[in-house]
T-cell receptor, first 111, second 115 residues
């Protein structure tokens, strides 16, 4: 079983739709969790960190479920510019030197 | 936010030549930098972890004599692909951590094409 798994998609949604991605991780001792966004042939950019209490940034909401070992990302009112690959990243320790990347989920927002 | 500069953005070279890629943290000190490669439609694969002043730690399957990493200062790490071959063609990305050791900041990547 891979350490971090994501549905590769693609998710094709109309503008204005709400879309949710899940990411599961296998190591119960994982310490930190992030969502990154990557545009084609560009570097990943941090979208948001994910905390146990859940966090929201505008149209984006991230949740962490430690018991079930998954994190989620919800995007409301999708924009065309949201089209990208969303990478789930899990930090395996507190020293910050052991990050594992999920394979990414591709999102296409259609006009 | 923290800025990581990666240079060059694109390299086209002949088989057998060596290519050096630079990664700089512009506004913070990065004690640790990471080097990844990414094939089309795949996620990032960690190649090595580079700590300032010490030898890099390579992931399993990554040849350390093929991919030379130097992290001579707190703001600069370099990756040299020695005797590049077509199968080394890939997108190479570096990242660096800020002081909190929590978040990663990425360089803009280098697209290497070996003919």
């Amino acid at each position: 079983r891979k350490e971090v798994e994501q549905d590769p998609g693609p998710f094709n949604v109309p503008e204005g739709a709400t879309v949710a991605f899940n990411c599961t991780y296998s190591n119960s001792a994982s310490q930190s969790f992030f969502w990154y966004r990557q545009d084609c042939r560009k570097e990943p950019k941090l979208l948001m960190s994910v905390y146990s209490s859940g966090n929201e940034d505008g149209r984006f909401t991230a949740q962490l479920n430690r018991a079930s070992q998954y994190i989620s990302l919800l995007i409301r009112d999708s924009k065309l510019s949201d089209s990208a690959t969303y990478l789930c990243v899990v930090g395996l320790d507190n020293y910050g030197q052991n990050f594992v990347f999920g394979p990414g989920t591709r999102l296409s927002v259609l006009p | 936010g923290a800025v990581v500069s990666q240079h060059p953005s694109r390299v086209i070279c002949k088989s057998g030549t060596s290519v050096k890629i630079e990664c700089r943290s512009l506004d913070f000190q990065a004690t640790t930098m990471f080097w990844y490669r990414q094939f089309p439609k795949q996620s990032l694969m960690l190649m090595a972890t580079s700590n300032e002043g010490s030898k890099a730690t390579y992931e399993q399957g990554v040849e350390k004599d093929k991919f030379l990493i130097n992290h001579a200062s707190l703001t600069l790490s370099t990756l040299t692909v020695t005797s590049a071959h077509p199968e080394d063609s890939s997108f190479y990305i570096c990242s660096a951590q800020d002081r909190t050791n929590e978040k990663l900041f990425f360089g803009s990547g280098t697209q290497l094409s070996v003919l």
